[in-house]
């Protein structure tokens, strides 16, 4: 059985900050650095051993992925292109606090989390969801089976559980929040309520 866990990078300037990063490559914060080295000793405390690290090619996953891998004596992390965060369009660089002004009423509000959909220049969410499962298409004709770890970002890192498990985009979007360096097992004995295997303390959204 192949188990696929996902992790978000650490917190970023642009997370720090409030700023809608999509694709800029802004570097992990102090606190984003403690994050991932926390994420390593919840990871290294479970007993899981991967038999390949995958990480975004934007530096704030890298990072966090590199983190990990040297906590755990795993790895050497290998970016892995379609990893990299949903593109921003216009709205790349903007404040958070501007999404309902600039792209009201093609939004999606939830718990913690104002979406918007369809902005000019951005991917859609119904063409993150088609890269995820190229993605896992692609994960499933490298391994068989065994333990695989991803470093990712919040928007695509939804798409990829929501097409692990057949979940529609919106819904999916709806069900919970995926933290910085939160833990997400994919697997076909974990249930999709069942994703999280640890949540890490957010300082941020």
């Known amino acids: 059985m192949l188990r696929i866990y996902i992790t978000r990078h650490g917190q970023d300037e642009d997370d720090a900050n409030g700023i809608l990063n999509g694709r800029r490559d802004a570097p992990l914060t102090d606190r984003g650095i403690a994050q991932a080295e926390k994420t390593a000793s919840n990871i290294k405390e479970l007993g899981l051993v991967f038999d390949a690290i995958y990480t975004s090619p934007l530096s704030r996953a890298e990072k966090t992925a590199n983190i990990i891998a040297e906590a755990i004596g795993g790895p050497a992390p290998e970016i892995f292109a379609e990893l990299i965060e949903r593109e921003f369009g216009v709205m790349t660089g903007l404040l958070i606090s501007q999404i309902e002004e600039k792209c009201s009423p093609q939004i999606l509000k939830t718990a ?94």
């Open 112 to 205: 913690t989390i104002t979406y918007f959909l369809d902005p000019k220049g951005a991917e859609t969410f119904e063409d993150l969801s088609a890269r995820a499962r190229h993605l896992l298409g692609e994960l499933r004709y490298r391994h068989k089976d065994g333990n695989i770890l991803l470093v990712t970002h919040g928007d695509i890192g939804k798409m990829i559980y929501a097409a692990y498990y057949h979940l529609g985009w919106r819904d999916t979007l709806e069900m919970f929040h995926f933290g910085n360096t939160d833990l997400l097992l994919l697997a076909e004995d974990s249930p999709a309520t069942e994703a999280h295997v640890f949540k890490a303390k957010q300082h941020n959204l």
